[in-house]
């Protein structure tokens, strides 16, 4: 069965910093990988997929990698802003019928 | 853009009532999803369905029931509303090519 971890539970930096969330699943048998962000009270609004057969993509100043033989994905947020405060999510596609196992998030904290 | 929509953002209901979530996608997307979300329990699939008709049970089915008679329309039913369902609920929907789309959300409290 999959299993997705996202650690630490929680994260606050200062506005400014370069940083990196982790995710790591447990089958790498994968068909893709997706990053999540929910602000407080509201639905998941997706950021970035991953295609197994790709490393990277990149959205703005975000950037996700995935390194399928690892079990590990990250994402990279550039230049934090107090904007980007937000839980953040990854979840894995294993294709049977495009069901997702979604890890328990990361609350990002950027303080001004 | 796609949009997913929910029928409601809050709803209050009373133990024992039969409650109905609904829940709409202008993409014509094949599969949708329910998901309930709890603090510390993370995201949990409820059902999902594959086609018009066709569903299959996701993690935690008990004391769910879902209807999809149209393409765009996916129906989640608690038959009789118990506290413990109290929770966020959340539809989705996903693309050809595997990318999940969200609907905003609906608060359930049930007293």
């Known amino acids: 069965k999959q299993e997705v971890t996202q650690i630490p539970a929680a994260l606050s930096v200062p506005e400014g910093e370069n940083l990196v969330l982790n995710c790591s699943f447990t089958?790498?048998?994968?068909?893709?990988l997706q990053w999540f962000r929910q602000d407080p009270g509201k639905g998941l609004t997706s950021l970035l997929l991953i295609q197994s057969s790709q490393r990277e993509q990149t959205s703005g100043r975000l950037n996700a990698s995935l390194d399928k033989s690892s079990g590990r994905s990250t994402l990279y947020i550039a230049a934090s802003q107090p904007g980007d405060s937000a839980t953040y999510l990854c979840a894995v596609n294993t294709g049977a019928n495009s069901k997702l196992t979604f890890g328990k998030g990361i609350t990002l904290s950027v303080r001004p | 853009d796609v949009k997913v929509t929910q029928s409601s953002r809050y709803l209050v209901k009373r133990t024992g009532e039969k409650v109905f979530l609904e829940c709409v996608q202008d993409m014509d997307h094949e599969n949708m999803f329910w998901y309930r979300q709890d603090p510390g329990l993370g995201l949990r699939l409820i059902y999902f369905s594959y086609d018009v008709k066709m569903k299959e049970k996701g993690d935690i089915p008990e004391g769910y029931s879902v209807s999809r008679e149209k393409k765009e329309r996916f129906s989640l039913i608690l038959e009789s509303a118990s506290t413990n369902q109290t929770s966020m609920y959340l539809c989705?929907?996903?693309?050809?090519?595997?990318?999940?789309?969200f609907g905003p959300g609906t608060r359930l409290t049930v007293t």
């Open positions: 089958d790498s048998a994968i068909y893709n």
């Open positions: 989705a929907s996903t693309s050809p090519g595997g990318e999940q789309y």
